[in-house]
């Protein structure tokens, strides 16, 4: 069965009028000539006015080949036979094998890890990176409709997302206790480390930096001090750094990457920074860069409570926290038993097949005959 | 305005017959007005003083106690003017052969009735009716005339429209009494006819050259075209083959009806094809066989 996933491209099908008018229009060329014998025209063999095309066959491949292209911006995909197939088991990975199979009875069942290709279960347990909901879909979409699906989940999920999972079909959802070790993710993160570098310049800076850190501290967790010259090095985990010492140095854009905050005065402002905070008079004071999992934020000028109205405004520090630390990241922890997912899904199609690819391919076909075509040497022109 | 060769040489067989006496000045190949010494026996006439004695014919004298003095007709050459149409519509080519267009034709016919004047000794001008004016190659005979009237020819250039009845004094001023006249035309100025005409009324022998271009006589147009009068610059848009069939009506009975006006004042009528040798029309002309 052929659907497509975004009719709204067949309005590219309009273009047919394009050929249209160049095959009709031409019709209207009509050749002056000079001719003494004019006037023995009769003076009703007027042109007839009826449309004449031009290289009709030309005209046709040339109709077909927008339809094509129209039928490609529509995106057509081609919906399996959806025969129902043997049962399937999913996995969570976090699971051992062993205990999923001892928690259903399913010989005959395909076993599968829910993992990204969902490899068979007799493979090794893949690490679990990808949302769970989103993998869910997937298997939803991709099995026939008539396949039953078992689901089994440890008693706590991640991985979810705003969107209660509802699919498509009815499945059975098996919640079985970890016996693995694994980390128990409510555990209170480590305590942040602040890093501050500072210059001969910067020796000034450290009183307010000293000041936002102790502000910071009220209420929110307690930090670890890492106060050190310009020179030493970073830790290597990345963490929050305020850099008061001039230039930053060449290696910090990777550090950054790898999910540091930084907060740095005195920089020249880059391109690509987004000013994030500006004083009464309207001057950038603070602009920010997102790179790879961490942030940049660069003052263009010292940190310095007398540099700038803005450091000395009551909400500065939370404010400046809440950049440094970006914005907060969704729940997606809950206990399994109470997210079993809804059969009132999108109804599961089976898999499909995109025919973009052999449409291409038909596509580029066409447009070789029409260049062919339209550029053979014509035995009349 | 060089005649190919074959044609050159086909064109030795032709002669121009005149009908009139022929009335040039010295001697030449037609039966001439003018009397004198010759052979062909004219009439008798009274002596006078005056008179060669050797001219008297002593054996009449001898039975009619009288002098009578013998006279022959003198045989002289004939004078041949070329009437061109210059008209803007002259200008028009096929488009198979653009370059060969009827005033093109025009000329390398007179080049043709050049040849055939100077080889048998008449003498030939040429003379180009343009809106503008006349345009002339002045009579001449003899070989060394040759170059003269080629370069003249080579000279001449075509436009404008038809000129009025005034025009035509110059012409008939020109083409004197009892020479022959050829107008060439494309036959469309309903000014030529009349032309052919007055010359014709005023004894002097007429013949008609109507070159027709091979579009007008086959109409091979398919499609849309508009139709262009190089002279009065009127339009007319037509759909070629839907026209095809009463153009070719109407076309064939505008040049029967111009034979027919022609040949009601003795003046004979041939058309010229442009993909026809220009002998061929000449063949039919001077023959008196069209």
Known sequence: MIALLAPAGLAAAAAVVVPLIIHWVRRSDRRLISFAAMRYLSEHAHPRERLRVHEPWLLLLRLLMIAVFALVMALPILRGKGDATAPWVLVAPNLAASAARAAVAAPLAEWRWLAPGFPRLEGPAPVAASPLASLLRQADADLPPGTAVTVIVPEELTGLDAERLRLGRAVAWRVVAETGAVANPAAPPAALTLSVRYDAAGDAELPLVRALAAAWQVDGPAMQWDIAARDAPLPTTPGWLIWIAGPLPPGIEEWVRRGGRVLASRQASGAGRAVVRSDASGTAVLSATELGKGRLLTLTGPLLASASAAFSAPDFPRALRDLLRGPPTPPDRAPAASVAPLPNGPPAHGPIQSLGPYLALLLALLFLGERLMATRIRANA | ?290
Not at chain 2, 58 to 72: I, M, P, Q, T
Not at chain 2, 97 to 110: Q, T
Request: one cysteine or more.
């Open chain 2, 1 to 290: 305005m060089l005649i190919p060769p074959d044609v050159r040489s086909r064109l030795r067989g032709l002669r121009f017959a005149n009908r009139l006496h022929a009335n040039g000045r010295g001697l030449g190949q037609h039966r001439g007005r003018s009397r004198g010494a010759g052979l062909e026996f004219e009439q008798y006439r009274a002596y006078e003083i005056g008179d060669e004695p050797r001219r008297i014919d002593w054996k009449l004298y001898g039975r009619s106690d009288r002098l009578f003095v013998r006279e022959a007709t003198r045989d002289s050459p004939l004078n041949v003017w070329v009437l061109i149409d210059a008209t803007a519509s002259m200008a028009q080519a096929d488009a198979s052969r653009p370059d060969y267009s009827k005033f093109v034709a025009a000329k390398l016919l007179a080049a043709c009735l050049a040849e055939v004047a100077l080889l048998q000794g008449d003498a030939i001008g040429v003379i180009g009716i343009t809106g503008d004016g006349v345009q002339l190659v002045p009579l001449g005979g003899g070989a060394r005339n040759r170059d003269r009237l080629l370069i003249g020819l080579e000279r001449l250039v075509c436009g404008g429209r038809w000129p009025g009845e005034a025009g035509f004094a110059q012409v008939q001023e020109r083409v004197g009494v009892d020479s022959l006249a050829v107008i060439i035309s494309d036959g469309f100025d309903a000014g030529l006819p009349v032309l052919a005409e007055n010359l014709a009324a005023a004894r002097r022998q007429v013949l008609s050259l109507g070159v027709v271009s091979c579009e007008e006589r086959d109409f091979p147009f398919a499609g849309g075209f508009i139709f262009r009068d190089p002279e009065t610059g009127a339009e007319c848009r037509a759909d070629g083959a839907a026209a095809r069939a009463d153009f070719l009506t109407r076309f064939a009975a505008a040049r029967r009806e111009l034979k027919t006006r022609l040949a009601q004042s003795g003046v004979p009528h041939v058309e010229y094809h442009l993909d026809e040798p220009p002998d061929a029309p000449l063949r039919r002309i001077l023959s008196g066989a069209d």
